[in-house]
């Protein structure tokens, strides 16, 4: 996937929680689809849930040492 010129290798290499800007998104997107059809997808609901929880811990800890 990297290798292909549209994507390039930064898609590979994720950021904080899980990577590739459209896919916080997505899992959004999904679990809205899911909900509307009855369906309950506990386990997107946390993994976006620790994701937003881990970018926030680690933005607040890079801040600490320069008082924001």
Not at 1 to 27: E, N, S
């Amino acid at each position: 996937m990297g290798l292909d010129a549209r994507i390039g290798g930064q898609f590979l290499k994720a950021g904080l929680g899980y990577g590739g800007f459209c896919f916080p998104k997505d899992v959004q997107a999904f679990i809205h689809l899911s909900a509307s059809v009855g369906v309950d997808f506990d386990i997107l609901k946390a993994r976006s849930a620790s994701t937003n929880s881990a970018s926030t811990a680690i933005s607040k800890k890079s801040a600490m040492p320069y008082g924001w």
